[in-house]
Nanobody, 121 residues
Framework: QVQLVESGGGLVQAGGSLKLSCTAS??????RSWGWHRQAPGKQRELV?????????NYADSVKGRFTISRDNAKNTVYLQMNSLKSEDTAVYYC???????????????WGQGTQVTVSS
């Protein structure tokens, strides 16, 4: 069982920045791939960024060039740095412990509780 705790959400003006953190319990963090998802009201949850065990990253087109996912294996923490935020980035953000298959990130069973990001225009 892996427990994930997210933090760092909040209210920010358009054009501003936030950095989300997701800290995992247990000793298997470094062996896992990680994804950040978001879900806006009335919309499906979507993957915005992922990172594999070697640090290779992928991003959704909507956040490419603005968001950066990173990991610190010593701290069991994965981060999402969000810059140049837009109103359409408003959502609940979740981290997930998953894996890569065929070059694509696949969601695993472990999810955080979510952290709200609200961008005011």
């Amino acid at each position: 069982q892996v427990q994930l705790v997210e933090s760092g959400g909040g209210l920010v003006q358009a054009g501003g920045s936030l950095k989300l953190s997701c800290t995992a319990s247990g000793s298997t963090f470094s062996f896992r791939s990680w994804g950040w998802h978001r879900q806006a009201p009335g919309k499906q949850r979507e993957l915005v960024a992922s990172i594999n065990r070697d640090g290779h990253t992928n991003y959704a087109d909507s956040v490419k060039g603005r968001f950066t996912i990173s990991r610190d294996n010593a701290k069991n923490t994965v981060y999402l740095q969000m810059n140049s935020l837009k109103s359409e980035d408003t959502a609940v953000y979740y981290c997930n412990s998953g894996y890569y298959s065929g070059g694509s990130y696949v969601n695993g069973n472990y999810w955080g509780q979510g952290t709200q990001v609200t961008v005011s225009s």
